[in-house]
């Protein structure tokens, strides 16, 4: 007789607890759609003047007569829509974090929010840097490396949808490629490596850079090398970093 009311107490507590969650994740998803929508809205005036922006390294280095063109019916419609909400996606990503950070902040301890914020506002300088990256060194490489290896007799005209796919791809892989430091510090901080085990694997590392460098960027070895050697350089970066994050929690 007595069994049910307690059992009825001890679960009450946690529906309300639990109601409360998703009410708040669900505040927080609407705020985060709300400031992505509104970045998009204030983007898309400007569409077709992004792409021009983001055609400029390809455009720079075809050859005479060489153009972009729109093989599809709605591709002038729908390419300069997709970069806008590629930019917007990019241009909110600290807006989104923020909520997200907001979400999970209240169940964290102090030590670790104190390593979070550092590792978030990183996390998003490291990759607005590899975008930068591919887009004000890589490009230009690899569309001079393009247009003279393209055979006599052949004009080079891209479609314009083809050639932001091309472009998107290589954006995030360099984007998150340059997330390496990140990982290494997240890894170390959860103990799954120490520094001088990441010290003791460097030549491994090296050689994995190469094959991901090789696998993610365009068939040059241009290309590849501006991709290899940053992310060597990461590499070490991060082994800095994750011997400071090991000092400061008192491990050894």
Known sequence: MDAEPMSDATQTPDEPRLIDHLIELRARLLRAVVGLFVVLLALLPFAHRLYAYFAAPLLAKL?????????????????????????????????????????????????????????????????????????YLVLPTVFGFLAKITPEGVAMMT????????????????????????????AAALGWVTPTQLRESRGYAI????????????????SQLMLAIPMCLLYEVGIVASGWVVRGRGQS
């Not at 932001?164 to 997240?186: N, Q, Y």
């Not at 050689?207 to 241009?222: E, L, W």
């Open 63 to 135: 050859p005479a007569g060489g153009q972009l063109i729109a093989v599809e019916v709605a591709s002038p419609f729908f390419a300069p829509l997709k970069l806008a909400f590629f930019v917007a996606l990019m241009a909110s990503m600290p807006w989104l974090l923020y909520q997200a950070w907001a979400f999970v902040a209240p169940g964290l301890y102090q030590r670790e929010k104190r390593l979070a914020v550092p590792l978030l506002v990183s996390a998003v300088g490291l990759f607005y840097a590899g975008c930068a990256f591919a887009f």
């Open 207 to 222: 050689v994995g850079v190469f094959i991901i460098a090789a696998v993610i960027t365009p068939p040059d070895v241009v």
């Open 159 to 186: 479609d314009i949808n083809a050639y932001l796919d091309f472009v998107l791809v290589i954006f995030v892989a360099f984007g998150f490629s340059f997330e390496l430091p990140v990982a290494m510090v997240i």
